[in-house]
């Protein structure tokens, strides 16, 4: 393995983690509109709060995914061919999410915006619950031959595993949109989520000494990686204490960072478990490795070179958007069509 593909194989986490920091908190306020507002005004006060961002935080994923495409196409071809009807899935959700919010926009009828309010918040709690049943499954290894193709039964992508962190992944998006509605909105529905976010945060301690226990006897990850394993473990934990502790002293921010800097550190923690695999058998001289899934160097370099170039570009303009569309968004505010 050289420095090109270990580089790459990085970058992918890195392009999970902001996808998952970004777009996890729209999931969450995507739920949140059946679950915490009240009334149609405060969904359009939930709405309006991503409304400038979501799908620009949705480029994230196309960006982890087409970058995989270009950097690993090995490791691209046997994850989406044998996790196909999951990923349609997920892309099922996105597309319910997408258009119920221009849907709802659009009708004037109280049934329809209500409607489309819940398919809303239905889109937003199947992406990230069948994203968690994707990576919980893989890493407890999957049937690959040596052609690395996945020849799986319905219990090799759900079983005790996948379900918790199906569900973990759902409430750690769930608690993020509560925090990020907290530090953007003003009124009623700003204190509501910060009294659910007091009180989910005991359901996640319990799930995650759950899902940490089912990790340490359903993957290799402890006979391969044992300290950075029950480290990452560890830092999830404390960030999620250090989150709850800041949603009782009213840090929002502080709240809100450390919900999203979970995920950067659960993504950590089943890249680090992957290494130097990009896809686990249960025969483990089918396993994929990162040195045989990778691209040319040549391509590899390319690659790169053009990464460096455009990234900080957008990575300003994102940093842009968010400073713009700062302020609190308040239910009187809102005008037609938001």
């Known amino acids: 393995m050289d420095s090109l593909q270990l580089l790459w194989f990085v970058l992918i986490a890195v392009l999970f983690s902001g996808f998952f920091f970004l777009e996890g908190f729209d999931f969450g306020v995507g739920m949140s509109l059946t679950t915490l507002a009240k009334d149609e005004n405060e969904v359009d006060q939930a709405i309006a709060t991503i409304g400038p961002v979501w799908d620009g935080n949705e480029v994230w994923l196309l960006t982890a995914g087409g970058a995989m495409f270009a950097s690993m196409p090995y490791w691209y071809a046997s994850l989406f061919s044998g996790y196909y009807l999951l ?61 690395g193709d996945i020849r799986a039964t319905f219990f090799d992508y759900v079983n005790l595993l996948s379900v918790v962190g199906g569900v973990a992944v759902t409430l750690l998006c769930y608690l993020h949109g509560l925090n990020y509605l907290s530090i953007r909105t003003e009124g009623k529905i700003r204190d509501r989520a910060k009294d659910y ?35 990452m473990l560890a830092v999830i934990v404390i960030l ?16 809100f960072i450390s919900s999203g800097l979970t995920f950067v550190a659960l993504v950590a923690l089943l890249f680090t478990g992957l290494f130097p695999r990009v896809m686990i058998a249960k025969e483990e001289k089918f396993d994929i490795l990162i040195k045989n899934a990778s691209s040319s160097p040549y391509t590899l370099k390319m690659m790169t070179i053009i990464t460096c170039t455009i990234l900080p570009f957008v990575l300003a303009y994102t940093i842009w958007t968010y400073w713009v569309f700062r302020k609190r968004v308040v239910s009187d505010r809102i005008g037609e069509g938001h």
Not at 201 to 216: D, K, N, R, S
């Open 240 to 255: 999620t204490v250090i989150a709850h502790v800041s949603v009782w002293k009213g840090n929002e921010r502080g709240a």
């Open 87 to 147: 990923m349609f899935i997920i892309l099922v959700g996105l597309i319910i999410r997408g258009v119920s919010f221009e849907f709802r926009a659009t009708h004037t009828s109280e049934k329809q915006k209500v409607l489309w309010g819940k398919l809303s918040s239905i889109g937003s709690f199947i992406v990230p619950f069948t994203f968690g049943l994707v990576f919980t499954s893989l890493i407890q290894g999957m049937p690959i031959d040596a052609n």
């Open 197 to 231: 976010a007091k009180r989910l945060y005991l359901v996640l301690y319990a799930g995650e000494v759950v899902f940490a226990a089912l990790l340490i006897l359903f993957t290799d990850f402890m006979d391969k990686h044992p300290v950075s394993t029950l480290g």
